[in-house]
């Protein structure tokens, strides 16, 4: 009697496990009438849960279902090494998928290589810059967005102090905060970005330690690049005010969330999907900003921003869309006082996302 | 390096503080639960997910401290009367409360805690303490569940040192045998323990996610159940130099902060590596010192067999 409670028992907790395991189970929309025979992978970094860069990636997905009725598959928390994108891309494959993307720079190298065993099946590959017969690149020009809320904060503050929260000093995360610094001095020459770095993508209550940390030292808007809204949180409890990342979260953090650069997908990998659907895919190496595609866009202003913003901000964004205004136009100087970029030159591309200085006004160490 | 900095170390250190005095409880009974980071996680998603339903503080904590319990009940059933393999069973906890809490928290994602519940955990004033200059600040000026943190040291502290029970209880982890020839009931005390603990553990995540953050977002946990299970090696398997050890390493979480800003050039990565750092470091001068009070309960990860005595 007492071995049959206990393996019943075990068994419970066996099948508890399992089930468990089994949450992130795919949607499947089997109920659309004309499904192109398609099977679209995405491998995230994070959860789809962080409401930040992997959950726009996933706004992405779902638009993508919705929009071309296309069958999708995901993977949550994959690591940036070689045997964890080869487990998840090989189990995507076996699953019968034919489009795969890839969202986090780390998988790059190894998506490069299984692009070669797989020729049937379309990579693509986001942050990064190799390419090859099957797999492409695709991001987007975020430093436009930052650039714009860069504005609002420079306007917004009072102490003319804005903290930043960053996640690693790469090239991406520097250029972003060097675009919101030029954007919060083209309306507020005085202002400076204070950066704190926190070495972590995803830690809601680190980033939040982060923010605190700074507006203690006297900021009063905190801007982030960070995949949680732990440094809104922060911003709301003592008062001030925030730029957030990613996506809108005016509804979690509705105390100080000002507006955000945000991430939109979807159009894009639509797009893609449906010229793998028509057969006319190629890889190509993509870098959208405003002008071209709607990848990076500004979240509506709440009641927080300062009054005018909207019209700074309008102004400026149809400058860069119709192309008179370049967020790397000089002339720009580094932390030193140094001329990094001559008057009426711009950065080139490449010198974009190679990036390893800070502009004049930004307050921090890149190591 | 002002009291709003040791101030902050102190909220920093509250989730740690609970989810060490749990370990330590669990680990005075002879088992080395390393399902911390598991539990905490299911506490704080049951801890949220009742406090959004209910809009009760109160009922959130016991949703959280149950929560925590039914993790550690899970992982005493396993160790205790099947004598399963316990770091084995640990994990597979750490690996079950993470998934748990991804699929509780699904439906949770966006959701912030109601604004009563916010209220309660305003930070209080205690009276006159708090005016204590500089140690007021840093000690005395925080929400209930810090003040919480305070009494369970010295309630466990007195509960391991002063009573028959807590008598008892070491003993069963440093010799199980012998306690069990003194007629102490192994399997009783081995589970009642490691359920307390689970549930310190709950309450440890149920901090983070109601109090800290306060809002939904996947693995608010983040690893610092790992942290707790250093710093059970760190104090000793003391609760008293647990909560100056949880309190450090919540200081050491956050000062690297702080120092960015004074032009000391120290890689945030080594400042990441404090924690452990000062871990290996405690674990040294504990050997060498060669004290008794300084070693792990002897005890510690050997299943019990009456019948091997």
Known sequence: ?367 | MDASFFAAAVVAGTPLLFATLGEIITEKAGNLNLGVEGMMLMGAVIGFFVGLMTNSPILALFGAAIAGGMGASIFAFLTVSLRANQVVSGLALTIFGAGFSSFMGNKLIGQVVPVNIKDFFKPVHIPLLSDIPFLGQIFFQHDVFVYFGFISVIALGFYLYSTRKGLNLRAVGENAAAADASGINIGLYKYIHIVLGGILCGLGGAYLSLVYIPAWQDNVVAGRGWIAVALVIFASWNPYKAIFGAFLFGGMDIIGFRIQRLDIHISQYLIDMLPYVATIVALILGTNKNRKENHPPKDLGVPYFREER
């Open chain 1, 1 to 367: 009697m007492k071995k049959l409670l206990r393996i019943s028992i075990i068994l419970l907790l066996v099948s508890a496990l399992i089930l468990t395991g089994c949450g992130g189970a795919p949607d499947t929309s089997d109920d659309v009438a004309d499904v192109p025979s398609v099977k679209v992978g995405f491998i995230y970094i994070g959860p789809i849960g962080d409401l930040g860069y992997t959950y726009a990636h996933d706004q992405g997905r779902l638009y993508l279902e919705e929009e071309l009725g296309v069958e999708t598959i995901y993977q949550e928390n994959v690591e940036e090494s070689q045997q964890a994108v080869e487990t998840a891309v090989r189990n995507m494959v076996d699953q019968g998928a034919t489009v795969i993307f890839g969202t986090s720079f780390g998988y790059m190298e190894p998506m490069a290589q299984l692009s070669s065993e797989f020729p049937e099946v379309s990579f693509m590959h986001c942050s990064g810059y190799m390419m090859t017969d099957n797999m492409g690149n695709y991001f987007g020009a975020m430093e436009e967005a930052r650039y714009l809320s860069g504005i609002v904060a420079g306007m917004k503050t009072e102490t003319n102090e804005i903290g930043y929260v960053a996640a690693f000093p790469i090239p991406e995360v520097i250029r972003g905060i060097n675009a919101f610094a030029l954007g919060a001095q083209s309306v507020n020459p005085d202002a400076v970005v204070n950066v704190t770095w926190t070495n972590t993508w995803y830690d809601p209550a680190k980033e939040k330690e982060a923010a605190k940390a700074l507006l203690d030292q006297g900021a009063d808007v905190i801007a982030q690049h960070q995949d949680t809204t732990g440094p809104q949180i922060a911003a709301a409890e003592k008062g001030a005010t925030a730029i957030g990342y990613n996506s809108d979260t005016s509804e979690m953090a509705p105390d100080s969330f000002m507006t955000a650069p945000i991430w939109n997908w979807g159009p894009y990998y639509v797009d893609q999907v449906q010229k793998v659907i028509d057969g006319t895919w190629e890889p190509e190496s993509y870098y959208g900003g405003m002008a071209d595609a709607e990848i990076v866009a500004l979240a509506p202003l709440t009641a927080l921003a300062p009054e005018g913003a909207q019209e700074v901000v309008d102004e400026a964004k149809d400058l860069i869309i119709d192309g008179s205004l370049n967020v790397f136009t000089g002339p720009i100087y580094d932390q030193d006082g140094e001329i990094k970029v001559e008057e009426g030159q711009v950065l080139t591309l490449d010198e974009l996302l190679s990036m390893e200085w800070f502009v004049q006004g930004v307050l921090g160490n890149i190591e």
